[in-house]
């Protein structure tokens, strides 16, 4: 039976999901191997990940990777992987989700303050955005790196609190105080490990088809197919987030808006899911009939 070379970026937390697919590799009874790759994401930790201009930022080094035969199987963030793929890559699988919300963390000495008064550290036009819905006179720094640098650069720096995904507290088993962001819509596809292979790789593609986790896949589906329906390529303020139950009913969450969270659309239906109907396709349609055109041209026109 193949070994199976799983490529992963080479930070704790990208770490612990490739580990986490190997797992599910080898409860079928496969050999594995993990490849760490340095991604040109982890090596430009000055600037904000929307001024570098480049999608797929944590993709792109593994992506070669995988097109080279390099590795077997390439091991994501799915909020990180660009809706548009390159050329033979797929995503074959994806594993359930387990934290999607976002979470605020304060330095120790602004416990006490109100949230309207935290000067907030984060580099997310879409956390950024969100909050100033709710906080618009709140001043922001950027930040960038992993949860361990960015935790370090909180005490170092002259801001109270930042953001992160529960994923990556509860992942690494951080033993920090947070408080949930309630209000605060999810990224599409956040908490998501996803694995990405040769679109031609039909032996990987057989393996993975057990591991890949359906009602997590469908929820994802909805919310990329939203994203890809408002972007068209420009990174923007967008939230999405669908749950499906037993009775394939979904509850879909979206929010698009402006970069100083002043103009918001926001929508949140329920309906029966099918596999013919592209619902993230018609739900961002009508957001972009209700204003969200303009509201996308004038971000594209201000980053």
């Not at 990224?187 to 292979?197: F, H, S």
């Not at 197919?225 to 390529?233: A, D, R, Y």
């Not at 987030?241 to 879909?252: C, G, M, Q």
Request: charged share 25%; net charge negative; proline share 3%.
């Amino acid at each position: 039976m193949r070994s199976i070379k799983i490529g992963t970026r080479n930070s704790p937390l990208a770490l612990w999901q490739a580990r986490e697919v190997a797992r599910n590799l080898q409860n079928k009874n496969y050999k594995t191997d993990i490849t760490p790759i340095l991604s040109s994401g982890d090596k430009n930790l000055t600037q904000p990940l929307y001024t570098l201009g480049i999608t797929g930022i944590f993709t792109k080094d593994l992506d070669i990777a995988l097109l080279n035969k390099e590795v077997d199987i390439a091991v994501h963030s799915l909020k990180d992987i660009p809706t548009e793929l390159p050329e033979n890559i797929s995503i074959i699988a994806v594993l359930e989700r387990d934290y999607p919300q976002d979470v605020l963390v304060r330095k120790n000495d602004a416990a006490t303050l109100e949230m309207k008064d935290l000067k907030i550290a984060t580099s997310s036009l879409r956390r950024r955005a969100f909050w100033l819905r709710e906080f618009p006179n709140t001043q922001f720094s950027d930040i960038r790196g992993n949860v361990q640098t960015r935790l370090k650069k909180l005490e170092e720096n002259n801001f109270d609190a930042t953001m992160f995904s529960l994923a990556a507290i509860e992942r690494m088993g951080l033993n920090i105080d947070y408080e949930l962001l309630p209000t605060m819509i999810s990224a599409p596809a956040q908490g998501v490990v996803a694995v990405c292979a040769r679109t031609e790789d039909a032996e990987i593609r057989e393996i993975f088809a057990d591991i890949n986790h359906k009602q997590t896949q469908i929820c994802i589906e909805i919310e990329r197919n939203f994203l890809s329906t408002l972007e068209g390529g420009c990174t923007a303020p967008i939230g999405a987030f669908a749950e499906i139950n037993e009775h394939n009913e979904v509850r879909f969450r979206g929010r698009l808006c402006s970069l100083d969270g002043k103009n918001c659309i926001e929508t949140d239906e329920i309906f029966q899911w099918n596999d013919t109907e592209n619902f993230g396709k018609i739900i961002a349609e009508k957001i972009l009939s209700n204003g969200g055109k303009a509201l996308m041209t004038e971000i594209k026109n201000t980053l």
